[in-house]
């Protein structure tokens, strides 16, 4: 379910005159019964509220005083989000003679014309307050205080996300309200100012136009509601020209490539735009590459991540998660990856966070030869991004799911191949053999033949996963061998610590014959993605005159200096 909360406007959206009738009354009902939260966020003050209002207790939260109380109707508690009045603001319109002057915890409220006696009286004694209209109605509040930043304490109290909120109104005061949230509905009476900004207008008022919200959230979650404003796409790059974005909701997207391909580039700056909409995530991070994100990373190369500590954290709505796998052992990797989906679909059929979730090496992970896969992976699993090498290398029910593909690095052709010929598609036509940093093949199979794409690049660039490469644990595909020139040996260095003990170990020979052979720069590259340790190597292994322990002690001074003391 992608909507979990409803909130409503009260006067001119649920009610009619002040009032309610019984078939709004109890399409609300049938919301709540679908397992929705609902919540009532209007300008009225709560005393009146309750009076003309019997129903209040279906709401689990009431916003009242355009966002200044938070009131929880089940246990009758009353929070203020704003200071009171000033008492001589309230004296000074009273002396100016403003009628129909209410005074609420925060909110200060009036009646047009007294709109410029209230901003006098705000500029002469120097408050920083606002005014907001309401069809006729004035309010005056703290300046920053909203019906769009009430509701969003509301959420946090019921640890929902704005993401997973439809809102519905009429008027004027309703702007940020609508905007604030994924979903933004406007009744047939509102202004026309707000039916402008709203993702649907429906065909009916007031409370009739509540009511057909209602059946379209309970019988389809919306999902049958095209969107009428791209102000949720998020955006990977341009393509001919323009923009090229993908829905935040619902595709599965499949990013494959070669080892330096770029993968890990393109998935932080994906990761970036999730984070600066708001849109929580969670990655499954096995090799310990994303610990550098602006997010919150569990677990280590000495520590497996507990399942309740990650769902601890993702209960708030603003945290984003990384579990690091560096400290699961490989064979375990693909039964603790079993548990942590499970916990994290629960979450989300409650929640529905985190909104997206992005899983690396899905190839360890899922791999083609698991048979559990099938069993594991709901026939449906919204907005998940799947990185591996190749496509041929998952489990079928992955690919099952995938709605589009990005190719990345080496062989962008074949990457489309293994997809198509696992879906039984044409197999598309893709010219060159290699895409370029900075770019990549977007293949949105449903809708089109494949494009080349200009990526996004992230703002901030990663530092290099110093914990991981100095300590960790490579794949044994990934590690270092020292062999020597006769294939004698066979030392496995599986990280950067191992390499430097092993390389002092060794004979010169040994030594020599993979400092020649270019193998340490390849490496470094390869293996460890540090292009800059990979160009140091490569300058070293160009030094003809040099030592075996010349060029030992430069190639760890050029690691020590990189990566925390690895020796």
């Given at each position: 379910?992608?909507?979990h909360?409803?909130?409503?406007?009260y006067?001119?959206?649920?009610?009619?005159?002040?009032?309610?009738?019984?078939?709004?009354?109890?399409?609300?009902?049938?919301?709540?019964?679908?397992?929705?939260?609902?919540?009532?966020?209007?300008g009225?003050?709560l005393?009146?509220?309750?009076?003309?209002?019997?129903?209040l207790?279906?709401?689990?939260?009431?916003v009242?005083?355009?966002?200044?109380?938070?009131?929880?109707?089940a246990?009758?508690?009353?929070?203020?989000?704003?200071?009171?009045?000033?008492?001589?603001?309230?004296?000074?319109?009273?002396a100016?003679?403003?009628?129909?002057l209410?005074?609420?915890?925060v909110?200060?409220?009036?009646?047009?014309p007294?709109?410029?006696?209230?901003?006098a009286?705000?500029?002469?004694?120097g408050?920083?307050?606002?005014?907001?209209f309401?069809?006729g109605?004035?309010?005056?509040?703290?300046?920053?205080?909203?019906?769009a930043?009430?509701?969003?304490a509301?959420?946090?109290?019921?640890?929902?996300?704005?993401?997973?909120?439809?809102?519905?109104?009429?008027?004027?005061?309703?702007?940020h309200?609508?905007?604030?949230?994924?979903c933004?509905v406007?009744?047939?009476n509102?202004?026309?100012?707000?039916?402008?900004?709203?993702?649907w207008?429906?065909?009916?008022?007031?409370?009739?136009?509540?009511?057909?919200l209602?059946?379209?959230?309970?019988?389809?979650?919306?999902?049958?509601?095209?969107?009428?404003?791209?102000?949720?796409a998020?955006?990977?790059g341009?393509?001919?020209?323009?923009?090229r974005?993908?829905?935040?909701?619902?595709?599965?997207?499949?990013?494959?490539?070669?080892?330096?391909?770029?993968?890990?580039t393109?998935?932080?700056a994906l990761?970036e735009?999730?984070?600066?909409?708001?849109y929580?995530?969670c990655?499954?991070?096995?090799?310990g590459?994303?610990?550098?994100?602006?997010?919150?990373?569990?677990g280590?190369a000495?520590?497996?991540?507990?399942l309740?500590?990650v769902?601890?954290?993702?209960?708030?709505?603003?945290?984003?998660?990384?579990?690091n796998?560096?400290?699961?052992a490989?064979e375990?990797?693909?039964?603790y990856?079993?548990?942590?989906?499970?916990?994290l679909?629960a979450?989300?059929a409650?929640?529905?966070r985190?909104?997206?979730?992005v899983?690396?090496?899905?190839?360890?992970?899922?791999?083609?030869?698991?048979?559990a896969?099938?069993?594991?992976?709901?026939?449906?699993?919204?907005?998940?991004?799947?990185?591996?090498?190749?496509p041929a290398?998952?489990a079928?029910?992955?690919l099952?799911?995938?709605?589009i593909?990005?190719?990345?690095?080496?062989?962008?052709g074949?990457?489309l191949?293994?997809?198509?010929?696992?879906?039984d598609?044409?197999?598309?036509p893709?010219?060159g053999d290699?895409?370029?940093?900075g770019?990549?093949?977007?293949?949105p199979?449903?809708?089109?033949?494949?494009?080349?794409?200009t990526?996004n690049?992230?703002?901030?660039?990663?530092?290099?996963?110093r914990?991981?490469?100095?300590?960790?644990?490579?794949?044994p595909?990934?590690?270092?061998?020292?062999?020597?020139p006769?294939?004698?040996?066979?030392?496995?260095?599986?990280?950067?610590?191992?390499?430097?003990?092993s390389?002092?170990g060794?004979?010169d020979?040994t030594?020599?014959?993979?400092?020649?052979?270019?193998?340490?720069?390849?490496?470094?590259?390869?293996?460890?993605?540090?292009?800059?340790?990979?160009?140091a190597a490569?300058?070293?292994?160009?030094?003809?005159?040099?030592?075996?322990?010349?060029?030992?002690r430069?190639?760890r001074?050029?690691?020590?200096?990189?990566?925390s003391?690895p020796?």
């Amino acid at each position: 379910m992608r909507y979990h909360a409803l909130a409503c406007d009260y006067d001119g959206t649920l009610a009619r005159d002040g009032v309610v009738d019984e078939r709004t009354i109890e399409a609300l009902r049938r919301a709540k019964e679908s397992g929705r939260r609902l919540l009532l966020v209007t300008g009225r003050m709560l005393p009146e509220l309750q009076r003309v209002f019997p129903a209040l207790e279906l709401f689990d939260r009431v916003v009242a005083e355009n966002g200044a109380l938070l009131y929880a109707p089940a246990s009758h508690r009353e929070r203020a989000l704003g200071p009171a009045p000033p008492a001589a603001f309230v004296e000074r319109l009273r002396a100016s003679g403003v009628a129909g002057l209410s005074v609420g915890r925060v909110i200060v409220a009036t009646w047009e014309p007294h709109e410029t006696t209230v901003l006098a009286a705000i500029r002469d004694l120097g408050l920083e307050w606002q005014v907001i209209f309401n069809k006729g109605a004035v309010m005056a509040l703290p300046t920053g205080i909203t019906k769009a930043t009430g509701l969003g304490a509301a959420l946090e109290e019921l640890e929902l996300s704005p993401h997973n909120t439809v809102a519905v109104g009429d008027a004027e005061n309703d702007h940020h309200l609508l905007a604030y949230c994924e979903c933004g509905v406007a009744v047939a009476n509102a202004v026309s100012s707000l039916k402008d900004e709203a993702d649907w207008v429906t065909p009916g008022d007031h409370g009739e136009g509540v009511l057909e919200l209602i059946e379209r959230l309970v019988g389809s979650d919306l999902a049958d509601l095209p969107p009428r404003r791209a102000r949720h796409a998020i955006p990977v790059g341009r393509a001919d020209g323009g923009a090229r974005t993908f829905d935040a909701y619902g595709p599965n997207l499949l990013l494959a490539g070669g080892p330096g391909g770029g993968k890990s580039t393109f998935a932080t700056a994906l990761l970036e735009q999730f984070a600066e909409r708001g849109y929580q995530y969670c990655v499954i991070d096995p090799e310990g590459d994303y610990g550098d994100l602006d997010a919150l990373s569990l677990g280590g190369a000495d520590q497996a991540p507990a399942l309740d500590a990650v769902l601890a954290l993702l209960q708030d709505p603003h945290d984003n998660a990384v579990v690091n796998l560096l400290g699961v052992a490989l064979e375990d990797r693909p039964r603790y990856f079993a548990r942590l989906l499970s916990a994290l679909l629960a979450l989300r059929a409650r929640t529905g966070r985190p909104h997206w979730l992005v899983v690396d090496e899905t190839h360890h992970l899922l791999p083609a030869s698991q048979t559990a896969a099938d069993g594991l992976l709901p026939a449906s699993l919204p907005s998940v991004l799947w990185i591996t090498v190749y496509p041929a290398h998952l489990a079928r029910p992955v690919l099952d799911l995938i709605d589009i593909v990005v190719a990345i690095g080496e062989a962008p052709g074949t990457t489309l191949e293994q997809f198509a010929r696992a879906r039984d598609l044409p197999v598309p036509p893709v010219s060159g053999d290699r895409v370029p940093p900075g770019e990549a093949v977007w293949w949105p199979w449903r809708e089109g033949a494949p494009v080349r794409i200009t990526t996004n690049a992230p703002r901030t660039q990663r530092r290099r996963h110093r914990r991981k490469y100095a300590h960790g644990e490579l794949l044994p595909e990934e590690s270092f061998y020292f062999r020597g020139p006769d294939g004698r040996l066979n030392l496995r260095a599986q990280n950067l610590s191992i390499f430097l003990q092993s390389a002092e170990g060794v004979d010169d020979d040994t030594w020599m014959f993979h400092l020649r052979r270019g193998d340490y720069s390849r490496w470094f590259g390869a293996a460890i993605k540090d292009d800059a340790l990979a160009a140091a190597a490569r300058r070293i292994e160009r030094m003809a005159d040099a030592s075996p322990a010349e060029t030992r002690r430069l190639i760890r001074q050029q690691i020590e200096k990189r990566y925390s003391a690895p020796a």
